[in-house]
């Protein structure tokens, strides 16, 4: 009974080279009308190639010998002989030859991996080129562009406490007191005999230096009126500040009010 | 007198016709001096493809096909035999395709098959028309391909 027939795969294929052809050998069979089938695929190919033979001896033409090629081979039963409810045997094992000789495995199969993992590292490296440089940017960018201090950390209170009311604040933090509203012009007037006072007051209670070109007299009705300016030891620890004429001295405790 | 003269002349006749077809049965052809080679690849090229389409896709597994032949003379002698004789069910597949070229390989392949037998025996039978293909010759002719797969397989190359 022939019908479901399944042949052995062929082993122990050899080769034969002669210019552009090879000639595939392997042991037959002990039974008649099989067929052996050769395919073989350089490492350029996509799709094998097929040849047949009735015996396992099979020659195939147009190859070039330097490059690397993959072999493999099959039997399979003639139809008419066998009918059509057999199968063909499985794929023997594939050889790889390249210029008459035997090779492990073609070249493309040993660069295959080696690329990847080249590639892989490069990729990896301008990865970390880019993060690192990203990253010293931002550092640049902040040294170059300081962001805008946030006034309610020199002000402690001032928004929260105080809804933005500067005068409540210093009232409230400076033990300042509240200045009564006048005629426009007096009070124009009014707040800077004040702030002599409250200059002259902060002044007696510590020293102050004053890093200008001039420094104002401590008496503070002469800083008002003399538009001259006086010669005088800078005080420490306060900045100078000409307006109209007259100079004053600023310390950390003091500010002025226009 | 007369009966006795008839009854002489008709005796003789049948006696002979007896012996004519007696003869005939035991002297079937030896296909032993035939060309197996040449026959095998006729098979394979024209004959097979007629087979096939006969059958005109019944695969032959489906029928019970335990038929042997001993060897390549024994298979063409089953072969000719089912292919040119009639069998119950199944009168005949003589004039089938298949059967044609079988009958053209033979004569040309063996030496001294005469094709003519089928010849004659169609001539002495009245023209039929085609007989539809029936379950019973299909049976048939999947004996024959399994005769024929045999040989093929059997002879030397």
Redesign the interface.
Same mark, same amino acid.
């Given at each position: 009974i *022939?019908?479901y027939l399944k042949p052995s795969s062929p082993e122990d294929l050899s080769f034969r080279w002669h210019e552009d052809a090879v000639t595939v050998t392997c042991s037959d069979l002990p &039974?008649? /009308?099989l067929l052996y089938e050769i395919q073989y695929k350089s490492v350029f190919d996509t799709e094998w190639q097929s040849k047949e033979g009735e015996t396992c001896n099979v020659t195939m033409q147009g190859l070039d010998s330097e490059k690397c090629y993959f072999f493999r081979a099959r039997v399979k039963t003639?139809e @008419? @002989? &066998?009918? *059509?409810?057999t199968y063909p045997s499985d794929w023997s094992k594939v050889t790889h030859q390249q210029r008459g000789e035997l090779r492990d495995s073609c070249q493309e199969k040993k660069l295959f991996p080696k690329f990847i993992l080249i590639c892989g590292m490069i990729a990896l490296l301008t990865v970390s080129l880019l993060l690192l440089s990203l990253w010293k940017v931002r550092r640049l960018h902040k040294c170059l562009m300081p962001s805008v201090p946030d006034p309610k950390l020199t002000f402690p209170g001032l928004f929260e406490l105080h809804r933005g009311n500067f005068q409540e604040w210093i009232k409230d933090t400076q033990n300042v007191s509240h200045v009564a509203k006048t005629e426009a012009t007096e009070q124009e007037c009014v707040p800077e005999e004040t702030l002599v006072v409250q200059l002259q007051k902060a002044e007696a209670e510590m020293p102050i230096v004053t890093t200008g070109p001039s420094c104002p007299p401590t008496e503070g009705e002469e800083a008002s009126r003399d538009a001259s300016p006086v010669a005088c030891q800078p005080p420490q620890g306060g900045e100078v500040v000409s307006l109209g004429g007259f100079t004053f001295v600023m310390t950390d405790n003091s500010y002025m009010l226009l | 007198i007369l009966p006795d003269a008839l009854l002489f002349v008709l005796s003789v006749f049948f006696r002979k016709i007896f012996i004519l077809q007696l003869v005939g049965l035991v002297l079937t052809y030896n296909f032993t001096d035939c060309d197996f080679e040449k026959i095998r690849k006729k &098979? $394979?090229e024209v004959i097979?493809q007629a087979l096939n389409k006969y059958m005109n896709g019944v695969? @032959?597994?489906e029928f019970n096909n335990y038929i042997y032949c001993e060897d390549p003379p024994d298979c063409l002698a089953k072969i000719d035999l089912i292919t040119f004789y009639p069998t119950h069910g199944c009168t005949t597949l003589a004039k089938e395709i298949f059967a044609i070229r079988t009958n053209a390989t033979l004569t040309l392949q063996c030496p001294g098959y005469s094709g003519t037998q089928i010849n004659n025996t169609q001539a002495k039978k009245k023209r039929k028309k085609r007989q539809v293909t029936t379950n019973k010759c299909r049976k048939q002719v999947s004996h024959l391909?399994e005769l024929? /797969?045999r040989f @093929? /397989?059997?002879s030397k $190359?």
């Open positions: *022939s019908a &039974y008649k /009308r003639l @008419s @002989s &066998y009918g *059509s409810d | &098979y $394979q097979y695969k @032959s597994t391909m024929w /797969r @093929s /397989r059997i $190359q």
